[in-house]
Protein backbone atom coordinates (compact mmCIF):
# COMPACT_ATOMS: atom_id res chain seq x y z
CA UNK A 1 0.00 0.00 0.00
CA UNK A 2 1.17 3.59 -1.08
CA UNK A 3 0.90 6.75 0.53
CA UNK A 4 -2.80 7.41 1.25
CA UNK A 5 -3.98 10.61 -0.92
CA UNK A 6 -5.10 13.93 0.42
CA UNK A 7 -6.95 15.67 -1.49
CA UNK A 8 -6.49 19.45 -1.01
CA UNK A 9 -9.06 21.41 0.32
CA UNK A 10 -8.66 23.86 3.20
CA UNK A 11 -5.29 25.89 4.71
CA UNK A 12 -5.56 23.96 8.08
CA UNK A 13 -5.82 20.39 6.34
CA UNK A 14 -2.48 18.34 6.87
CA UNK A 15 -0.36 17.81 3.80
CA UNK A 16 1.51 14.67 3.71
CA UNK A 17 4.74 13.34 1.99
CA UNK A 18 6.45 10.04 1.65
CA UNK A 19 9.24 9.56 4.11
CA UNK A 20 13.07 10.61 3.34
CA UNK A 21 16.13 9.18 5.27
CA UNK A 22 17.46 12.60 6.88
CA UNK A 23 21.00 12.20 9.01
CA UNK A 24 20.84 12.83 12.30
CA UNK A 25 22.03 12.10 15.72
CA UNK A 26 18.58 10.06 16.69
CA UNK A 27 16.08 8.84 14.32
CA UNK A 28 12.69 8.43 16.15
CA UNK A 29 9.88 6.89 14.59
CA UNK A 30 6.47 6.84 15.36
CA UNK A 31 4.01 4.14 13.55
CA UNK A 32 1.11 2.18 13.54
CA UNK A 33 -0.88 0.34 11.40
CA UNK A 34 0.05 0.32 7.82
CA UNK A 35 2.78 2.82 8.68
CA UNK A 36 4.97 0.28 9.17
CA UNK A 37 5.95 -0.43 5.37
CA UNK A 38 6.29 3.50 4.70
CA UNK A 39 9.18 3.17 7.31
CA UNK A 40 10.89 0.23 5.37
CA UNK A 41 10.21 1.81 1.89
CA UNK A 42 12.12 5.00 3.63
CA UNK A 43 15.05 2.42 4.54
CA UNK A 44 14.87 0.74 1.69
CA UNK A 45 16.15 3.92 0.07
CA UNK A 46 19.11 4.90 2.65
CA UNK A 47 22.44 4.20 1.90
CA UNK A 48 23.67 4.16 5.42
CA UNK A 49 20.76 1.83 6.72
CA UNK A 50 22.93 0.52 9.05
CA UNK A 51 24.09 3.30 10.47
CA UNK A 52 20.54 4.95 10.85
CA UNK A 53 19.11 1.75 12.22
CA UNK A 54 21.85 1.67 14.95
CA UNK A 55 20.33 5.36 15.97
CA UNK A 56 17.21 4.12 15.90
CA UNK A 57 14.12 4.21 18.34
CA UNK A 58 11.01 2.52 17.11
CA UNK A 59 7.50 2.73 18.93
CA UNK A 60 5.10 0.79 16.85
CA UNK A 61 0.66 0.01 17.85
CA UNK A 62 -1.24 -1.55 15.19
CA UNK A 63 -3.60 0.31 13.40
CA UNK A 64 -6.98 1.19 13.95
CA UNK A 65 -8.45 -1.64 10.96
CA UNK A 66 -6.14 -3.90 12.64
CA UNK A 67 -3.30 -4.26 10.87
CA UNK A 68 -0.29 -5.48 13.26
CA UNK A 69 3.17 -5.10 11.54
CA UNK A 70 4.98 -4.75 14.58
CA UNK A 71 7.14 -8.37 13.79
CA UNK A 72 8.42 -6.42 10.24
CA UNK A 73 9.46 -3.23 11.99
CA UNK A 74 11.34 -5.51 14.86
CA UNK A 75 13.38 -7.50 12.37
CA UNK A 76 14.84 -4.64 11.24
CA UNK A 77 17.12 -4.29 13.88
CA UNK A 78 16.72 -0.93 15.31
CA UNK A 79 18.75 -0.37 18.56
CA UNK A 80 15.21 0.09 20.14
CA UNK A 81 11.47 -1.18 19.51
CA UNK A 82 9.02 -0.83 21.49
CA UNK A 83 5.21 -2.01 20.79
CA UNK A 84 2.42 -0.81 22.89
CA UNK A 85 -1.28 -2.12 22.63
CA UNK A 86 -2.78 0.92 21.57
CA UNK A 87 -1.88 4.87 21.00
CA UNK A 88 -2.64 6.38 24.53
CA UNK A 89 0.01 2.77 25.41
CA UNK A 90 2.14 4.64 23.42
CA UNK A 91 2.48 8.31 23.63
CA UNK A 92 3.81 8.10 27.40
CA UNK A 93 6.58 6.12 26.29
CA UNK A 94 6.96 9.28 23.67
CA UNK A 95 6.83 12.09 26.11
CA UNK A 96 9.67 9.55 27.94
CA UNK A 97 11.84 9.36 25.24
CA UNK A 98 11.56 13.40 23.86
CA UNK A 99 12.46 14.30 27.66
CA UNK A 100 16.06 13.23 27.32
CA UNK A 101 15.74 13.79 22.86
CA UNK A 102 18.48 16.91 21.72
CA UNK A 103 18.53 18.58 18.67
CA UNK A 104 19.46 16.80 15.56
CA UNK A 105 16.98 14.21 16.16
CA UNK A 106 14.67 13.45 12.99
CA UNK A 107 11.20 12.38 13.36
CA UNK A 108 9.59 10.00 11.05
CA UNK A 109 5.52 9.89 11.51
CA UNK A 110 3.59 7.24 9.76
CA UNK A 111 -0.11 5.69 9.56
CA UNK A 112 -3.24 7.04 10.61
CA UNK A 113 -4.22 10.97 11.03
CA UNK A 114 -4.84 9.95 14.75
CA UNK A 115 -1.81 8.75 15.59
CA UNK A 116 0.06 11.28 13.53
CA UNK A 117 -1.60 14.43 14.99
CA UNK A 118 -1.06 13.27 18.26
CA UNK A 119 2.73 12.41 18.27
CA UNK A 120 3.25 15.93 16.31
CA UNK A 121 1.43 17.59 19.23
CA UNK A 122 3.85 15.75 21.76
CA UNK A 123 7.06 16.65 19.73
CA UNK A 124 5.95 20.53 19.20
CA UNK A 125 5.20 20.81 22.78
CA UNK A 126 9.09 20.07 23.40
CA UNK A 127 10.27 22.89 21.19
CA UNK A 128 11.59 20.61 18.07
CA UNK A 129 10.91 22.23 15.00
CA UNK A 130 8.26 21.57 12.55
CA UNK A 131 10.67 20.99 9.96
CA UNK A 132 12.42 17.83 11.66
CA UNK A 133 8.91 16.02 11.53
CA UNK A 134 8.34 14.27 8.37
CA UNK A 135 4.81 12.53 8.13
CA UNK A 136 3.67 9.89 5.62
CA UNK A 137 -0.32 8.92 6.07
CA UNK A 138 -1.14 5.20 5.07
CA UNK A 139 -3.85 3.14 5.57
CA UNK A 140 -7.07 4.20 7.35
CA UNK A 141 -8.49 7.02 6.86
CA UNK A 142 -10.67 7.49 9.63
CA UNK A 143 -10.75 10.57 11.52
CA UNK A 144 -10.22 11.83 15.31
CA UNK A 145 -12.79 14.26 15.60
CA UNK A 146 -13.43 17.11 18.62
CA UNK A 147 -17.02 18.48 18.83
CA UNK A 148 -16.70 21.87 18.87
CA UNK A 149 -19.94 22.19 21.67
CA UNK A 150 -18.55 20.11 24.36
CA UNK A 151 -15.32 19.36 23.16
CA UNK A 152 -14.83 16.09 23.72
CA UNK A 153 -13.31 13.99 21.11
CA UNK A 154 -14.45 10.71 19.07
CA UNK A 155 -11.82 8.26 18.11
CA UNK A 156 -11.84 6.54 14.48
CA UNK A 157 -14.77 8.57 12.87
CA UNK A 158 -15.78 6.58 9.71
CA UNK A 159 -19.16 8.12 8.80
CA UNK A 160 -20.85 11.34 8.02
CA UNK A 161 -22.52 13.25 10.16
CA UNK A 162 -21.77 11.25 13.28
CA UNK A 163 -23.45 11.06 16.69
CA UNK A 164 -21.02 12.60 19.53
CA UNK A 165 -19.56 10.04 21.97
CA UNK A 166 -19.77 12.54 24.49
CA UNK A 167 -22.97 14.83 24.41
CA UNK A 168 -24.75 12.98 21.23
CA UNK A 169 -25.36 15.91 19.23
CA UNK A 170 -25.11 15.32 15.54
CA UNK A 171 -22.28 16.44 13.82
CA UNK A 172 -20.63 16.99 10.80
CA UNK A 173 -17.08 16.45 9.79
CA UNK A 174 -15.18 19.29 8.88
CA UNK A 175 -11.81 19.53 7.11
CA UNK A 176 -11.15 22.23 9.17
CA UNK A 177 -7.67 20.35 11.66
CA UNK A 178 -6.41 22.10 15.00
CA UNK A 179 -2.73 20.75 15.50
CA UNK A 180 -3.49 21.74 19.26
CA UNK A 181 -6.62 19.05 19.59
CA UNK A 182 -4.86 17.32 17.10
CA UNK A 183 -8.43 16.62 15.76
CA UNK A 184 -10.99 17.27 12.99
CA UNK A 185 -13.84 19.59 13.95
CA UNK A 186 -17.32 18.55 14.29
CA UNK A 187 -20.08 20.74 14.13
CA UNK A 188 -23.65 20.38 15.06
CA UNK A 189 -25.40 19.79 11.66
CA UNK A 190 -28.88 20.27 12.89
CA UNK A 191 -29.07 23.43 15.28
CA UNK A 192 -31.48 25.62 13.15
CA UNK A 193 -33.52 22.62 12.46
CA UNK A 194 -33.54 19.97 15.08
CA UNK A 195 -33.67 16.28 13.97
CA UNK A 196 -33.11 16.90 10.12
CA UNK A 197 -30.12 15.08 9.83
CA UNK A 198 -28.73 13.57 6.54
CA UNK A 199 -28.03 10.19 6.26
CA UNK A 200 -25.16 8.92 7.82
CA UNK A 201 -22.85 8.15 4.85
CA UNK A 202 -19.45 6.05 5.16
CA UNK A 203 -16.65 8.86 4.50
CA UNK A 204 -13.33 7.35 6.28
CA UNK A 205 -12.05 3.68 5.99
Given at each position: ???????????S?????????????????I????????????????????????????????????T??????????????????????????????L????????????????L??????????????F??????????????????H????????????????????????????????????????????????????????
Amino acid sequence: MTLTPVAPTIRSRPVYAALEPWPGRLHLIIADGEGADAVIGMLVKANNRSEILSATHVMYTPGPNGTDLSSKLEALGAAQFFRAPTIPALLPRLQRVLSDAHMGTQFYLAGTEGLIGQAEREIMATGFPFAAIQKEHRGSTVRRVQCVHCKGITENVSTNPFKCSHCGLNLFVRDHYSRRQAAFQGVNIDAEDPGEVPESVVRFK
